[in-house]
C-alpha cells in the first residue's frame, strides 16, 4: 500500500519560506512522477509543481519564481520550498502521484 504523508509547519509568517516534506512509503519516488497540488479556501485545486521519476523538475509559471522542489532518494522523500509567502498561499497543501496516490494534505496558514 502506497502512502503519502506531508510534515511542515502549519503557520508561516508573510514573507517567510514555506518548507514542506513529502515522505513516500510503499513505491519508491524514483518509479513515478510525484505533485505538490494546493487547495486555498473556497477554491479549486492549484497545481504547483512535480518532480519526473527520473529526477527532473516541473513548476507552475505562476509559483515558479518563488518555488524550488528537491528530493532525497535515500530517504524516499521529496520538498517543497516557497519563497516570500503572503496570505494568499494559505491552502491545503498536498504531495500526490496523480491520479491514483495522495496525501492526507497538511493545513498551511500565512499570517503575522
Known amino acids: 500500500q502506497v502512502q503519502l504523508q506531508e510534515s511542515g509547519p502549519g503557520l508561516v509568517k508573510p514573507s517567510q519560506t514555506l518548507s514542506l516534506t513529502c515522505t513516500v512509503s510503499?513505491?519508491?519516488?524514483?518509479?513515478?512522477?510525484w505533485e505538490w497540488i494546493r487547495q486555498p479556501p473556497g477554491k479549486g485545486l492549484e497545481w504547483m509543481g512535480a518532480i519526473t521519476d527520473g529526477g527532473r523538475f516541473w513548476y507552475s509559471p505562476s509559483l515558479e519564481s518563488r518555488m524550488s522542489l528537491s528530493r532525497d532518494t535515500s530517504k524516499n522523500r521529496f520538498t517543497l520550498q516557497l519563497n516570500s509567502v503572503t496570505p494568499e498561499d494559505t491552502g491545503v497543501y498536498y504531495c500526490?502521484?496523480?491520479?491514483?496516490?495522495w496525501g492526507h494534505g497538511t493545513q498551511v496558514t500565512v499570517s503575522s
Open positions: 510503499g513505491a519508491s519516488i524514483t518509479s513515478v512522477n
Open positions: 500526490a502521484s496523480w491520479p491514483l496516490w
